[in-house]
């Protein structure tokens, strides 16, 4: 099944998700040395962003998250990709200014809610993000 | 700027600029009177390799620029602790943004400096607290920057023009209202604080008006929206009769009916207080005060709460605050007095979130909801939760020292 969603920024990537329940802030939210979640009132408490798509709702807290998330893109912890059911442009500017010094260009995405749930329930997804058309597809692997 | 003309640095901030306004749904940009920017933070490697990106670019602001606290208190260096490394990388980072042509200010409260911007203008403010302040109480119009953002916008001159940049999205549509606060409470730090805490949990990043308060100082507009930006996402308030865009409730809510009435009960205040203290029954260890950064008049009121007393040996004391600030202590002659009393002054950062207390037995008691928010989850450490009033008596005289008459009709 391909989905499609707005891109908020370019890229393209293949992974297994980690689905996240609630909102996360990366700031004293996420470890940026192990990608690691490490608020501990986070129902996905000590599972690891790195290499995954990343699918949740919508960023939450400071700005400094997305200092945090470009953190764990400069030491390759980062997720391969956002999947997010409302537009956040804190994390989005933190995979912009990870792509700008590092060439590291994640794509940061989101998919209208039925979308949203059927990305929440797949195993695997790939994304494509084109910032000329502002498209992105999402498809859903298994 | 786009194509490069104003330099790399300021090409690469326009690119960041333009591409955050499509994303914040912005149709054009709007030229900025001053920016205020807290990128100069050290968070990591990238806070460095961002700003040197900028230096080398050839990168200058192009209106006036304050900056926030960095992560070491450049003034008192013995104050400083923590991984020698992470301290010369903060101290650099603090560097960089100098270079930038950023004034070296090192406060998150730059509406205590001069020349702060005036009702309407248009700005770019970072730092939750500072940018509340900034909407609310001087009607100047910002949206919430950020790192990466807030020198972007200083470099270009520009900031998005959408949300609180624009009329429409400055009016109130939540309806906070307020009855028979005891007059002692209502003219206490607490109540504001409390206040605060309570409006951020019920916002979410509307724009709230609250009703029923009949006298508010700087101070206590700064404990108030502080506590809001940091249990909520809060980056403006009115306040009836008190701040500029709100003469009337109507005028604050454009002549609309607000989509939601949540009346402020003194016990829903009593529990917004009760919760910010997480310490249980520990020992204090240490009182923290100045987040955000202690005024001229906290300082003045601390004078006379400490009444030529000094505080118990047992108990550390921290008051943080700005440069400026400190300065126009030491003009007054007042410095002296309260650092032989025993408060310790930070400038520069803030003891929430650079290592700067000595290690602590027991609680740190403080009269800053935003402290009390952050301290247990940044620090590891438990918080009490008093007015300033509280935390003197109780540094003093060396244990928790409660003021039973504050919230006594709460409990009746």
């Known amino acids: ?142 | 700027m786009l194509g490069g003309d104003g330099g790399v640095a300021t090409q690469l901030a326009a690119r960041l600029l333009v591409r955050m306004a499509e994303l914040m749904g912005a149709e054009r940009l709007v030229p900025i009177a001053s920016a205020h920017v807290d990128g100069c933070l050290y968070h990591g490697p990238v806070s460095i390799d961002f700003a040197e990106r900028l230096v080398a670019g050839g990168g200058s602001v192009r209106v006036e620029t304050t900056l926030n606290v960095g992560a070491v208190d450049l003034l008192h260096p013995e104050l400083n602790r923590g991984d020698p490394k992470r301290r010369t990388a903060g101290r650099e980072l603090m560097r960089l943004y100098s270079a930038l042509g950023c004034r070296p200010t090192w406060t998150c409260a730059p509406y205590q400096l001069p020349n702060r911007p005036s009702l309407g203008e248009q700005i770019a403010w970072a730092e939750s607290n500072a940018i509340v302040f900034a909407n609310s109480v001087l009607g100047a119009r910002t949206e919430r920057y950020g790192d990466f953002i807030d020198i972007a916008a200083a470099l270009t001159g520009r900031a998005p023009y959408v949300g609180l940049h624009s009329d429409e999205g400055r009016l109130a549509t939540v309806h906070f209202r307020l009855d028979r606060i005891p007059a002692r409470l209502a003219a206490s730090d607490v109540f504001f604080a409390a206040l605060g805490h309570f409006i951020g949990r019920r916002t979410a990043r509307n724009v709230p008006v609250i009703d029923g308060i009949e006298h508010a100082t700087e101070d206590q507009l700064k404990a108030l929206g502080a506590a809001a930006a940091s249990s909520g996402s809060v980056a403006m308030f009115h306040m009836v009769g008190i701040t500029p865009e709100a003469s009337t409730l109507a005028a604050a809510c454009g002549q609309r009916a607000p989509r939601q009435v949540i009346p402020v009960s003194l016990a829903d205040l009593a529990d917004a207080a009760e919760e910010l203290t997480s310490a249980g029954n520990a020992p204090l260890g240490a009182v923290s005060v100045g987040t955000p950064h202690f005024s001229l008049a906290e300082f003045e009121r601390l004078r006379t709460l400490l009444g030529g007393r000094r505080v118990s040996d047992r108990v550390a004391f921290y008051a943080s605050t700005g440069r400026g600030v400190q300065e126009e202590l030491r003009a007054r002659g007042w410095l002296d007095d309260i650092t032989a009393a025993g408060v310790t002054i930070v400038t520069d950062t803030c003891t929430y979130l650079a290592p700067i207390m000595a290690p602590i037995v027991g609680a740190v008691m403080t009269n800053s909801a935003k402290w009390a928010w952050y301290g247990p989850n940044n620090l590891g450490i438990q918080v009490i939760f008093g007015s300033l009033e509280e935390c003197v008596e109780s540094a003093v005289r060396g244990e928790r020292w409660r003021d039973a008459e504050l919230w006594r009709d709460a409990h009746r």
């Open chain 1, 1 to 142: 099944m391909t989905l499609t969603g707005e891109a908020l920024t370019p890229g393209q990537a293949r992974g297994m998700t980690l689905v996240l329940d609630e909102p996360i802030s990366f700031w004293g939210g996420v470890d940026e040395n192990t990608g690691r979640v490490t608020d501990t009132r986070h129902p996905q408490s000590g599972a690891s962003v790195a290499g995954m798509i990343l699918v949740l709702q919508c960023g939450r807290g400071s700005s400094s998250s997305s200092s945090v998330l470009a953190e764990c893109l400069r030491n390759g912890v980062g997720p391969a990709a956002i999947v997010l059911a409302e537009p956040d442009p804190i994390l989005a500017l933190g995979a912009l200014v990870a792509g700008e010094l590092y060439g590291t260009e994640i794509p940061v995405v989101v998919v209208p809610s039925n979308a949203y749930a059927a990305c929440s329930a797949a195993r695997e997804l790939t994304v494509e993000a084109d910032l000329g058309s502002r498209r992105a597809l999402v498809r859903i692997v298994n």
